[in-house]
């Protein structure tokens, strides 16, 4: 796969991703697999990973943590 942006190789890695929850708190998903371009870094996350993400950052919020940083590798 190519990078979209600037036509890099996209390669296996991982990426943060950070939500901010409804009420303003801030939740930071971290080391989730995503293809990152070897030339300028952008990530890509496969959809099946972002269902997973979305999942866990749900349970986060249910359970009532304001502000965190979730390993997705022991959450997922």
Do not use: W
């Not at 190789?9 to 939740?27: A, E, H, Y």
């Not at 070897?38 to 749900?58: S, Y």
């Amino acid at each position: 796969m190519k990078c979209p942006l600037c036509k890099g190789k996209m390669v296996p890695g991982t990426t943060n991703l950070p939500f901010t929850l409804d009420d303003g708190n801030v939740i930071v998903v971290t080391h989730v697999p995503a293809l990152v371009c070897d030339q300028c870094g952008d990530d890509f996350v496969e959809m099946d990973v972002v269902r997973k993400v979305e999942r866990v950052v749900e349970r986060v919020e249910r359970d009532g943590i304001s502000m965190g940083l979730v390993e997705y590798g022991k959450a997922a």
